[in-house]
């Protein structure tokens, strides 16, 4: 039944694309530091970076849907790939599958 599951949401990770306009938006920072056992991880598409705190435990699960996430290596991924002009928070996902991210956008050094 596991492997079903997976299977279902590999599928739909295939055919679903997330854009702010199928996200909740808002204008608060989510992820400036992340509270234990979460730790920040980040993915970089459609020009843009995106930073947000993920229990470990939960990566597989959310990579179903962004498979370009990776773990970050400070606390400042977006800024330190040159994604540094903040442009708004949003939320991913659907059901228990739900990602906050702080989205950036280049801004220049």
């Keep these: 039944m596991l492997k ?5 949401f590999a599928l739909l ?3 679903f694309s997330f854009t702010v306009s199928d996200a909740k938006v808002t204008q608060e920072k ?3 530091s992340c509270t234990v056992p979460a730790v920040k991880y980040y993915v970089i598409k ?3 970076c995106g930073e947000s705190c993920i229990d470990p435990k939960d990566y ?6 962004e498979p370009g996430l ?3 290596d400070s606390n400042t991924p977006c ?9 708004t928070t949003v939320t991913h996902g659907f059901g228990s599958l739900k990602t906050t991210l702080d989205m950036y956008i280049w801004g220049g050094n």
Aim: with cysteine; net charge positive; hydrophobic share 40%.
């Design 4 to 8: 079903l599951i997976v299977c279902l």
């Design 13 to 15: 990770a295939v055919s």
């Design 30 to 32: 989510c992820c400036i």
């Design 46 to 48: 459609n020009n843009k």
């Design 60 to 65: 597989n699960k959310v990579k179903i849907f």
């Design 70 to 72: 990776v773990l970050a």
């Design 79 to 87: 800024y330190d790939n040159t994604y540094n002009k903040y442009d």
